[in-house]
């Protein structure tokens, strides 16, 4: 079957990017495995275009629910986690979610679901780089120390720095390494890592380009990609 079939098939794990505004990562992967043709991807934004600012599964394939009114991920991913136990199963759900997001309140119900139901078929994975479009996160609303909250909740927490691809892969082999508890996997991030000029700046949380800074950063990626297929190819890694 397809890709672009995917949804077709009841036993498929699920992914929910709670935080839709992020959502050009997800249309990048999902070009890359097949689900539409990658000149799509130069769409973005437009009129009419399959791929807007926040994902829409009625206009694309790949995409599990519509995201971007901050708080209903992990909602929709535990009611998911939930389906998938009553039929039997064992397909997992992950759910991507920002700090920013831990404000709403439906979350802290969703959390308390999951814990109740003992949906150890759900991970969700919180962007913690601790800035939000209006500041810290820690000055607009608390929720630190995040871990403790959710253990508190009854889930398996595990914390990890969210910009090494080895141990996001590392904690995926891993899970569910409890029985009977959601997994919640705080990933410690750098808000516009790779970029110099736009690491840890809050500004960058919705960014658009000033004079020549779009072809700054444009270089110092490739250049960063570069280097590491260069090391790729030396064996170095």
Known sequence: MSAKND??????????LSAGHKCMAQYAVLAER???????????????????????????????????ALGHGLAIGTGMALALRLDGLKSRVYVMMGDGELAEGSNWEAAAAAAHYKLDNLTLFIDFNGLQISGAVNEVMNFTPI????????????????????????????????????????????????????????????????????????????????LLSEKQKGGSL
Not at 35 to 56: A, C, M, N, Q, V
Not at 168 to 196: F, M, Q, Y
């Open 147 to 226: 871990g403790e909250r959710f253990r508190a909740f009854g889930w398996n927490v595990k914390e990890i720095d969210g910009n090494n691809m080895e141990e996001i892969v590392d904690l995926l082999n891993r899970i569910p390494d409890e029985a009977g508890k959601p997994v919640l996997a705080v990933l410690h991030t750098v808000k516009g890592k790779g970029i110099s000029f736009a690491e840890g700046k809050a500004e960058y949380h919705y960014w658009t380009p000033g004079k020549g800074e779009l072809e700054a950063a444009a270089a110092e990626i490739e250049g960063r990609i570069s």
């Open 34 to 68: 097949g689900y539409f043709d990658k000149e799509i991807l130069d769409t973005y934004g437009r009129l009419g275009s399959h791929i807007p600012g926040h994902p829409d599964m009625h206009k694309l394939p790949g995409i599990e629910a519509n995201t971007g």
């Open 7 to 16: 949804r077709l098939k009841k036993d498929r794990d699920r992914f929910i």
